[in-house]
């Protein structure tokens, strides 16, 4: 399947390419990246100095690229017309530790052919933050390349005096090697020139400020009917001096390998399509699974967030509940190491507080980026709480108790403290550091919170979703508490959440919009822009169940929904924009949390509503995958019979793999109460999903199986849990 863009992923390592396999300037991002760092920029495969012609392309299991080519019209040597596509070659990457291509050349014809074919590599080792066009304050300086028999090494001095390489090797020597560069090279080329052996070429003639390239030429002889094979490998080597004076090279051959995930459970439906696309996201989801420094989480989305992500890692994690608790188990480590102790204004860290975003690379290192880590989110620390305590209501382990209760009562004093700056019992930010985000709730571009009359918005901001959020968590940890905890203070945690209810009822209310404003800014006032936020205040429970059936409605009228679902901001405001970022255009995971927030609250039909909208949004993408987000275009309108892409989505994005998932788990209502033993389903199936079989579920220790069959609430369900567990459905115990 020809897509335009190929990504492929394994460990650290991820590729961006276009759909012929080569790296440049025609995809956003494109290249070979570790650690925040691209270690190559272009890459071009040329035949007898051409482009072959791209038949098909796949990319489908993530780690693995195939391409197929065939030849455009070409000259034998001894002048005979050799006809299009009567030379096969066949480019087969796969992503491991490094990248490695076989390169495939078969000779249909029935004379010989002599060909070459020809790479062009070069690498500017770019800061992912630099790729995405943020400001330097300095760079290093790209080395020439350097050629000793089969390998070659593309090289750069860093500032900091780290040492960053690609290494090439060939399963031959080249023919022919010609090195590239520009004037700021006079002297390096010349002395070069007088190395390299009698093939080789050195030519003075880029642009300064362009990164060295090689072209290395091999040349083939093919007898009729035959073929001929190339290896080559990538690997990226980074070489560091410490601070004891010890020098230390990391490859990615001697790094940290990825950690197999557990096996999720086996899901089958009667929709084909649906257990297609459910497998898409469960790929998906495993090749976003990354061994950062400091252990293993879901990366947020590749190109520009394959790093450790708190609110991105939390609501996937969430998401995922009903297939890997151990992945929610796992993030929770990862982000208590990292919880802020100490009060840094340039990183935004606070005791307590959960990360943003961590960065590994060089402009982290210089402190160009606060991201090391940057605590710069509002929201990440209410989840990491609430997260938490569905994780025991999966797992009932007392020993899970044990460990995160200190992280957990961490996270709700900065909630408490610092989370309230002004004093009004709203969770809020303020002013952002040099580099950081101006808006730090998921919303996080810098236009996507207005006040509809243009008026600025004043900080410090409480975001109406963030409430949600909190109050969801302090209920969470309350039951925990009442469990294994301290009964004292789960009542003191549900005190303070009725209070929280009672403030948000009063002032996040339009009694003029009759909805939920976007957010309270620094003057008290209510930014009454109609946003998809509200709906989060029904998964966070906070909502009275009056005004949650006046915002289930709201969401689903024509200015809201665009029939492949929920908008992020009602097409009647003033800075609506389908082609938005967050001003008009649909993501997946803010739908799923609304949809979670319906069943929440009853009403069945509207989430299993969005459930289907969204399974028929995904037919219409590459390879059946929600992208990060898409454009908020009408499904009414004839011209829009499909969703149309955003240009530069994150594609595949963590918490967009987890949006079926955790839909289906919504519509099959599963409430888990492990600490009981009891495994409670409310399910409401869509007209198109009538069976449901689930193998290998981990609940409270121990594996269940489920099979659901019917249409609406009218169902059966079938159990195999074992006598320790209870499964209570619609009310009625059908196994214990």
Not at 365 to 393: K, M, Q, S
Not at 578 to 604: C, E, K, Q, T
Not at 671 to 698: F, K
Request: proline share 6%.
């Amino acid at each position: 399947m020809r897509t335009g863009t190929m990504v492929l992923k394994q460990g650290e390592i991820f590729v961006v390419s276009d759909e012929r396999g080569d790296i440049g300037r025609t995809v956003a991002g494109a290249g070979l990246y570790y650690r925040d760092t691209r270690f190559l920029s272009d890459y071009q495969l040329l035949l007898n100095d051409e482009l072959p012609d791209l038949l098909d392309s796949s990319g489908t299991q993530n780690t693995v690229g195939m391409f197929q080519f065939g030849n455009p019209l070409l000259e034998s040597a001894a002048g005979q017309t050799v006809l299009p596509n009567t030379i096969g070659i066949q480019r087969y990457r796969v992503i491991d530790q490094g990248m490695t291509e076989q390169i495939q050349i078969h000779n249909y014809n029935p004379f010989p052919v002599s060909l070459s074919l020809t790479f062009i590599v070069s690498s500017d080792f770019r800061d992912i933050f630099d790729v995405r066009g943020f400001r330097r304050m300095q760079r290093g300086r790209v080395l020439l390349p350097r050629r000793e028999e089969n390998e070659v090494v593309l090289g750069y001095r860093a500032p900091d005096g780290h040492l960053l390489e690609t290494v090439m090797r060939f399963s031959r020597t080249p023919d022919e090697t010609l090195i590239v560069a520009g004037a700021g090279y006079t002297a390096e080329l010349e002395e070069l020139r007088a190395m390299l052996p009698g093939n080789d070429r050195v030519v003075r003639s880029e642009p300064a400020g362009q990164a060295p390239r090689a072209s290395l030429l091999f040349r083939f002889e093919l007898e009729a009917q035959s073929d001929a094979e190339l290896t080559l490998t990538l690997t990226p080597r980074w070489t560091a001096e410490s601070s004891d004076g010890q020098v230390h090279t990391i490859t990615t051959t001697n790094g940290p390998l990825p950690v197999a995930s557990e096996p999720f459970p086996v899901v089958e439906t009667n929709n084909e399509i649906f257990n297609s696309l459910l497998d898409r996201s469960l790929r998906d989801l495993r090749t976003l699974i990354t061994p950062f420094p400091g252990g293993r989480l879901v990366a947020a989305g590749i190109p520009w967030f394959v790093a450790p992500f708190g609110r991105d890692s939390l609501i996937t994690a969430l998401q995922m509940l009903m297939f890997s608790p151990a992945m929610a188990v796992e993030t929770l480590r990862y982000l208590a190491r990292q919880q802020g102790t100490q009060v840094n204004p340039w990183t935004g860290e606070e005791p307590g507080k959960i990360l943003h975003e961590q960065r590994f690379g060089e402009m982290a290192r210089l402190g160009e980026v606060p991201h090391v880590p940057y605590y710069g989110t509002v929201d990440a620390t209410p989840l990491f709480v609430l997260l938490f305590g569905e994780v025991l209501r999966w797992s009932g382990s007392r020993d899970l108790f044990d460990e995160f209760r200190e992280p957990a009562e961490r996270a709700i004093a900065w909630i408490n403290r610092y989370g309230d700056s002004n004093g009004d019992g709203f969770v809020d930010y303020g002013q952002p550091s040099r580099g950081g985000l101006v808006n730090q709730g998921w919303k996080d571009s810098d236009d996507s919170l207005q006040c509809p009359d243009g008026s600025p918005v004043a900080t410090p901001i409480a975001l109406v979703e963030v409430q949600g959020y909190v109050y969801r968590a302090k209920q969470a940890l309350a039951d925990a508490h009442d469990r294994w905890g301290d009964p004292g203070r789960a009542e003191e945690l549900r005190r303070e959440a009725e209070a929280l209810r009672r403030r948000f009822e009063e002032q996040f209310w339009s009694e003029e919009d009759q909805f939920y404003g976007q957010a309270i800014d620094g003057t008290g006032r209510l930014v009454t822009a109609i946003s998809s936020n509200p709906g989060h205040c029904l998964f966070g429970d906070i909502v009275s169940p009056e005004r949650a059936a006046i915002v289930a409605e709201r969401l689903r009228a024509a200015d809201m929904y665009s029939g492949w679902g929920i908008r992020t901001l009602s097409s009647q405001m003033p800075h609506y924009n389908p082609m938005s970022y967050h001003n008009g255009s649909v993501w997946p995971h803010d739908n799923a949390l609304i949809a979670a927030g319906l069943r929440r609250y009853g009403f069945d039909e509207a989430a299993a509503a969005v459930f289907t909208d969204l399974v028929d949004a995904a037919t219409h993408f590459p390879y059946g995958r929600l992208p990060e987000l898409f454009c908020g275009f009408s499904r009414e309108s004839e011209r829009y019979t499909f969703p149309i892409a955003y240009p530069v989505s994150c594609s595949p994005q963590a918490w967009a793999a987890g949006t079926l998932p955790y839909l289906l788990q919504v519509v099959l209502g599963l409430e888990p109460d492990a600490a009981t033993g009891q495994l409670t389903l409310r399910p409401y199936l869509p007209d198109w999903l009538d069976t449901v079989r689930i193998r290998g579920m981990q609940f409270a220790g121990r594996t269940v199986d489920l099979t659901i069959r019917g249409r609406g609430r009218d169902v059966e369900v079938t159990v195999d849990a074992g006598h320790e567990i209870a499964v209570v459905v619609n009310d009625q115990v059908v196994a214990s």
